[in-house]
Nanobody
Framework: VLLVESGGGSVQAGGSLRLSCVAY????????MAWFRQVPGFEREGVAT???????TYTDSVEGRFTISQDNAKDILWLQMNSLKPEDTAMYYC??????????????????WGKGTQVSVSS
């Protein structure tokens, strides 16, 4: 499975961005897809996840501001980010796996990764 992210950019605080992730290859059996983010020098952080039934989870800091969604074929994953804050600045990565992660927000439980798209939020 190949994951390709897009949609990152630079915005002012309070603005919005929509990230996209296109999945190529054997996507039919993907059970979980997720968005992670990482700031240099810090551990990769789980942001939002969605399973094959459409159930979602969010890390507390983005709850109510970010929305994860996917198309029915599970070929495209989105992350709608509203009310962005400077602390949301990071490289954002798309992740996926064929099996259900033990901890959906832990990066170690995902097999497939994109190369990332940069999000920068200025105050």
């Amino acid at each position: 499975v190949l994951l390709v992210e897009s949609g990152g950019g630079s915005v002012q605080a309070g603005g919005s961005l929509r990230l996209s992730c296109v999945a190529y290859g054997y996507t039919d059996s993907l059970s979980f897809m997720a968005w992670f983010r990482q700031v240099p020098g810090f551990e990769r952080e789980g942001v939002a996840t969605i399973d094959s039934d459409g159930r979602t989870t969010y890390t507390d800091s983005v709850e109510g501001r970010f929305t994860i969604s996917q198309d029915n074929a599970k070929d495209i994953l989105w992350l709608q980010m509203n009310s962005l804050k400077p602390e949301d600045t990071a490289m954002y990565y798309c992740a996926a796996d064929h099996t259900a992660p033990a901890d959906t927000l832990w990066y170690g439980d995902y097999k497939y990764w994109g190369k990332g798209t940069q999000v920068s939020v200025s105050s």
